[in-house]
C-alpha cells in the first residue's frame, strides 16, 4: 500500500480565489494522478501529473484551471484556480503502486466554495 | 472511451445477508479490475483486485469479486454481511492508460 497525505483535509473559500492542495507521499512514485469526487457522485480524473513532465489532462479539464506542479517523486499540488461553487468538490490525489494500475488514495480535501 | 456501470445505486441489507454488487465495463482490451471501498468519513480503499489467472478474486473482510469476461462484469460478493459493511462501494477499471474509471457507486446499508 502507499501512506499518502493531503493539506488541506477541507476548506470553505471564497467565489473567485484559488487553493492549491498538497499531496505528499512516504516513497518514491512515478505517477501521481488527481481526481475529483463532486457530491453525491464518483470519481473523476482531472489529470495524471509525472515528475519532470508537464501533467496530462483529461477532456474537460484545463491547465489554467488546474495548474498541476510535480516538483520531486513525493510531492504534488494541485491548484483549484478561480473558483466557483461548481468547484465544491472532494479533491483526491492518488499513486500507482504494486502493479496492474493498481491505485492507492489519498484522504481527500473537501472543498466548499461559496 | 471505457465506461464502467454499477447498476445498484443504493442497496439496504439485513446483517447476516448475502451481498452482490453488480458491475460492468465497456472495453475491448484487456483489463485490470479493482473494487474500492468508501467508509463513511473514511479514504477510498482497496478492497481487492483482479489482473490476470483465476477469475474469483478473494479480498479484505470475507469479499470476492468474479471476472466473467463473456459478461464484461466484475461483480461483488459477500456471503454475510455486516452492519460495519455499511460504506459506499465502487468498481473501478484499468486498461493500460494507467489511470482509472469509476463507476458510479452503490452505497450499502447493512441494518442491524
Known amino acids: 500500500s502507499a501512506v499518502i497525505s493531503q493539506k488541506p483535509s477541507r476548506d470553505i473559500c471564497q467565489r473567485g480565489t484559488s487553493l492549491t492542495i498538497q499531496c505528499q507521499v512516504d516513497?518514491?512514485?512515478?505517477?501521481m494522478f488527481w481526481y475529483r469526487q463532486q457530491p453525491g457522485q464518483s470519481l473523476t480524473l482531472i489529470a495524471t501529473a509525472n515528475q519532470g513532465s508537464e501533467a496530462t489532462y483529461e477532456s474537460g479539464f484545463v491547465i489554467d484551471k488546474f495548474p498541476i506542479s510535480r516538483p520531486n517523486l513525493t510531492f504534488s499540488t494541485l491548484t483549484v484556480s478561480n473558483m466557483s461553487p461548481e468547484d465544491s468538490s472532494i479533491y483526491l490525489c492518488?499513486?500507482?503502486?504494486?502493479?496492474?494500475?493498481?491505485?492507492?488514495f489519498g484522504p481527500g480535501t473537501r472543498l466548499l466554495v461559496l | 472511451a471505457q465506461s464502467v456501470s454499477q447498476h445498484n445505486h443504493h442497496v439496504i441489507l439485513s446483517e447476516a445477508a448475502s451481498l452482490e454488487l453488480g458491475c460492468n465495463y465497456s472495453?475491448?482490451?484487456?483489463?485490470?479490475l479493482f473494487w474500492y471501498v468508501q467508509y463513511p468519513g473514511q479514504h477510498l480503499q482497496l478492497l481487492l483486485k483482479?489482473?490476470?489467472?483465476?477469475?474469483l478474486v478473494k479480498g479484505i473482510k470475507g469479499f470476492e469479486a468474479e471476472f466473467i469476461k463473456s459478461k464484461f462484469s466484475f461483480n461483488l460478493r459477500k456471503p454475510s454481511v455486516q452492519w460495519s459493511d455499511t460504506a459506499e462501494y465502487f468498481c473501478a477499471v484499468g486498461s493500460g492508460r494507467r489511470a482509472l474509471t469509476f463507476g458510479s457507486g452503490t452505497r450499502l446499508q447493512v441494518q442491524p
Open positions: 516513497s518514491q512514485v512515478t505517477m
Open positions: 483482479y489482473f490476470s489467472g483465476d477469475p
Open positions: 472495453y475491448g482490451g484487456t483489463v485490470n
Open positions: 492518488s499513486v500507482e503502486r504494486g502493479g496492474g494500475e493498481t491505485q492507492y
